[in-house]
């Protein structure tokens, strides 16, 4: 797939990178090489799903930094955009599709 393109009826698409939009959907359980569609009904897991993955991410960078200061090395480099960056439109999608009760997909 060369890019992950995000459609509601509610909102303009979202367009991710691969790299990005794969993980987004992995996070969501979901099968980021086939065609899907999410309800309403679970978006709010949807986004409980990536908060939670943001939060891990944001802890791990955190130890991994500790870890290094405490070793005297240098701070560990992470990727400039973070996730909690990359899924925050993602994120606004999802909350404005289920408020107007319409499904968002990719891939069709």
């Known amino acids: 797939m060369s890019v992950y393109r995000f459609k509601s009826r509610e909102t303009g ?11 987004l959907l992995e996070i ?4 980021p090489e086939s065609p899907g569609v999410l309800l309403p009904d679970d978006m709010p897991r949807a ?16 130890r991994l930094r500790d870890e290094a ?3 005297g090395e240098p701070a560990p480099t992470f990727e400039s955009v973070s996730l909690r960056m990359r899924s ?3 994120i606004e999608m999802l909350q404005r599709a289920q408020k107007a ?6 891939g069709v």
Not at 28 to 31: A, P, R, T, V, Y
Not at 47 to 62: G, N, P, T
């Open 69 to 71: 200061e405490a070793r």
């Open 47 to 62: 986004i409980d799903a990536i908060r939670a993955a943001v939060l891990s991410e944001e802890a791990e960078h955190k």
């Open 28 to 31: 969501l359980g979901k099968d």
């Open 88 to 90: 925050t439109p993602f």
């Open 13 to 23: 698409d979202l367009v991710m990178l691969p790299a990005h939009g794969k993980r």
């Open 101 to 106: 009760g319409v499904e968002m997909t990719w």
